[in-house]
């Protein structure tokens, strides 16, 4: 991670440390959502802070809590990619493989890209495809389109 990460991560858990112990609690964690918008029960609280927790102590250190901001980041794009394959894959009737597995097609690749203004041919796409069509099977599953997309 580097420097200036690492310490956007300090004022941020600075903030959190209402009072100043060094350490996060779940009723801080929990007020300091709360001014964010964000909402969160006191159960769940403390449910993320012992899942957290990494010393046993019942608080959130500043590596516990990077380690949790990590994680839910990482969730949301996991969450936004799902977002964009399902949209590419609702281009193309034949999206459903044999195993009823989702995946982008050379086609529906085709008719997402024209629809965000970028004209390929069937078999450009079938070129883009391939670069990150890890099993061969022409076409891209999720974890193909993570790859493509990271």
Do not use: W
């Amino acid at each position: 991670m580097d420097e200036n990460k690492k310490k956007q991560y300090e004022r941020v858990f600075s903030h959190f440390d209402e009072n100043k112990d060094g350490k996060i609690s779940p009723a801080e964690l929990r007020l300091c959502l709360g001014t964010i918008g964000g909402e969160i029960s006191e159960s769940e609280a403390e449910a993320v802070v012992l899942l957290m927790d990494s010393d046993g102590d019942g608080l959130l250190g500043l590596e516990d809590f990077i380690r949790l901001v990590e994680g839910t980041e990482e969730e949301e794009k996991v969450k936004d990619l799902k977002e964009a394959f399902k949209m590419y894959e609702e281009m193309d009737d034949e999206c459903k493989g044999s195993t009823g597995s989702s995946s982008i097609t050379p086609r529906s690749l085709k008719r997402m890209l024209s629809r965000l203004g970028e004209k390929k041919s069937v078999g450009e796409c079938e070129v883009m495809i391939s670069q990150f069509d890890l099993n061969g099977d022409g076409v891209l599953n999720f974890d193909e389109f993570r790859n493509m997309m990271a």
